[in-house]
């Protein structure tokens, strides 16, 4: 088990930015691919951004292109998602998981309380 806290969600007009975190207290998020994801109302959850920790390499879903950044800060044992140009369709709980790097539909796993993230004018 690989617990993390997600923060920095809120409500943002269409067109706005958000910047979420990705923490964890018990082991060093920088020896782990972390994975950020989400899930809307009546949606499959699904992977949105993922940094590699072999080389920092980051793939990120096609929807969210040229609009979200994932970053890492390792002096603040963190993950960073930066959300910029949001839209509507973003609203979603966000979710950060260690040691999956996937996009796309996820299915089961254990997962964390998440961060909500509304985009509404």
């Known amino acids: 088990q690989l617990p993390v806290v997600e923060s920095g969600g809120g409500l943002v007009q269409p067109g706005g930015s958000l910047r979420l975190s990705c923490t964890a207290s018990?082991?060093?998020?920088?020896?782990?691919?972390i994975g950020w994801f989400r899930q809307a109302p009546g949606k499959e959850r699904e992977g949105v951004s993922c940094?590699?920790?072999?080389?920092?390499?980051?793939i990120n879903a096609d929807s969210v292109k040229g609009r979200f950044t994932i970053s890492r800060d390792n002096a603040k044992n963190t993950v960073y998602l930066e959300m910029n140009s949001l839209k509507p369709e973003d609203t979603a709980i966000y979710y950060c998981?260690?040691?999956?790097?996937?996009?796309?539909?996820?299915?089961?796993?254990?997962w964390g309380q998440g961060t909500q993230v509304t985009v509404s004018s």
């Open positions: 018990a082991f060093t998020l920088s020896l782990y691919d």
């Open positions: 998981k260690p040691r999956l790097c996937a996009l796309g539909p996820i299915k089961g796993g254990d």
């Open positions: 940094i590699r920790t072999t080389d920092d390499n980051t």
